[in-house]
């Protein structure tokens, strides 16, 4: 791993400590009846090992800049909420398998390396519209996620635990295990599209422009082992980092540390957390506890951010405009993102901030269909990803990234696709606890997509 030879001189941020956030407003936390229980939990937490290591943090920031300059684009993804019972090796293998294929996808088409994000390994705590939940004039607390409570409909199930927080770090140190040992296994296989599903792709109307590009990945994978004389996959460690969106900051906080030889904070509980749409306010206790770690991070940008409050956030979280430090995720849904992000655009490129933009085309696309069911369409995705790359290339800028909730199991939460998905086949396989995710063929055909229109745009 590269970690940056000649550090830039660095400056901390003043008035700020791990604690600091707590005499903000901390909007989207658990309200836990037992504050010794608590307490307790936070003080064990404290005292457990970190996740992930300053150097491995330092290495992203690196990668992030270089990303910032267009000589690498980020593919982060995952699924909106991991679950503990889904903390095993089938999910965790699939998720990776997937990851690591859209990402050679995306090395081959943008002929460019690809920085891999996980959303895993912490993404347990979610935001929601209501702190309560009723159903049939029942009233209980809201799911906020694995990390505090259940989502099954029962006062016991909703009830807020705090050993649940040591239970996150727990499933949390196992998933980062079991993909370390993964990447430094070599995942040999996978970069032969040979054995990757492709079946999807007779039912794609762009079927031989995939095949062709599948082909085009082979052929190099092969000549890149003919040159090396060795297995790909095992010529170069595939890398992955983590993410996921800093909500609950008691946890944040317990991770938060110290290390010898570096100076300031890092969040060792992932190597980039990021500042959910609903937490973004100035003065928010998240935006509050970002501020003073040396994390790259992401902040969610939704359609009624306005261009001043995006560039007083730039402000706080990045007062020196150091590189690789601030990466903006927007999520504007298809219909609203012409309208919405170009005037963000110019204004963070009129005042010369550096940051990068990675393109989220799920969360300003959620529908709720007329059984309840919450459900994304295919087309719409696309849409936004579309118009993304075209927002940026109109307002002198460059699209660096794409954020996505997906899976490497086979469900059906996303409707359409190539095979097509009707609202009618939702029922069959959807297992999210809380945003619909793309399926394996459907995460594979949308890198596939990515790389049409850079080819489109490039012609
Ligand atoms: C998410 O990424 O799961 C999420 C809740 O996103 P947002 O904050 O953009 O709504
Ligand atoms: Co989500």
Redesign the pocket.
């Known amino acids: 791993m590269n970690v940056p030879s000649q550090p830039a001189p660095i400056r901390l941020p003043e008035d700020w400590s791990p604690v600091s956030w707590q005499s903000f407003n901390a909007s989207q936390q658990a309200r836990y009846p037992d504050q010794n229980a608590l307490d307790e939990a936070l003080k064990e937490l404290a005292d457990l090992p970190p996740l992930v290591t300053s150097w491995e943090i330092l290495s992203l920031r690196q990668q992030v800049a270089e990303a910032q300059r267009g000589e690498r684009f980020v593919l982060q993804g995952g699924d909106?909420?991991e679950n503990f019972d889904e903390c095993n090796s089938q999910v965790i293998t699939n998720r990776l398998k997937v990851l690591l294929q859209m990402s050679l996808t995306l090395i081959h088409g943008l002929q460019m390396p690809v920085v891999r994000i996980g959303?895993f390994a912490g993404?347990y705590a979610?935001?929601r519209s209501s702190d309560t939940e009723t159903r049939d004039g029942v009233t209980l607390p809201s799911y906020r996620g694995d990390i505090v409570n259940s989502p099954e409909f029962t006062a016991e199930a909703r009830h807020p635990d705090p050993r649940r927080l040591i239970r996150a770090h727990a499933c949390s140190s196992l998933t980062m295990n079991f993909v370390r040992a993964l990447v430094d296994g070599g995942f040999a296989d996978l970069h032969h599209p040979e054995y990757w599903d492709l079946s999807w792709l007779d039912h794609s109307p762009l079927a031989d422009e995939f095949r062709t590009l599948a082909e085009g990945i082979g052929r190099s994978v092969r000549f890149m082992e003919t040159v090396s004389g060795r297995r790909a996959g095992s010529v170069e460690r595939a890398e992955f980092f983590t993410s996921h969106?800093a909500l609950h900051l008691h946890y944040e906080q317990a991770l938060t540390r110290q290390v010898p030889r570096q100076v300031g904070y890092f969040n060792l509980s992932t190597h980039f957390p990021?500042i959910?749409?609903?937490?973004t306010a100035l003065e928010d206790a998240h935006v509050e506890y970002c501020r003073g770690i040396r994390n790259p991070i992401g902040i969610?940008v939704?359609p009624s951010v306005s261009a001043a409050h995006l560039l007083e956030l730039l402000e706080i979280l990045n007062p020196h405009d150091e590189p690789g430090r601030i990466a903006l995720?927007h999520?504007m849904g298809a219909t609203g993102i012409e309208k919405h992000l170009p005037p963000l655009i110019r204004a963070v490129g009129d005042a010369g901030k550096t940051v990068l933009w990675i393109c989220?085309p799920?969360?300003g696309n959620t529908e709720t269909i007329g059984s309840g069911i919450k459900t994304r369409r295919f087309r719409n995705i696309m849409t936004e990803m579309d118009l993304a790359f075209d927002c940026h290339r109109d307002n002198g800028s460059r699209l660096g990234g794409v954020?996505l909730?997906l899976t490497g199991e086979n469900v059906t939460e996303c409707t359409g696709g190539a095979r097509d998905l009707l609202e009618a086949d939702l029922d069959r396989a959807y297992k999210s606890t809380?945003?619909p995710r793309l399926n394996y063929e459907q995460a594979l055909e949308l890198s596939m997509m990515i790389v049409r229109k850079h080819q489109n745009h490039a012609r």
Do not use: F, L
């Open positions: 909106c909420a959303r993404q979610k935001p969106e990021w959910g749409m609903r937490t969610k939704g995720i999520r989220d799920m969360h954020h909730e809380v945003d």
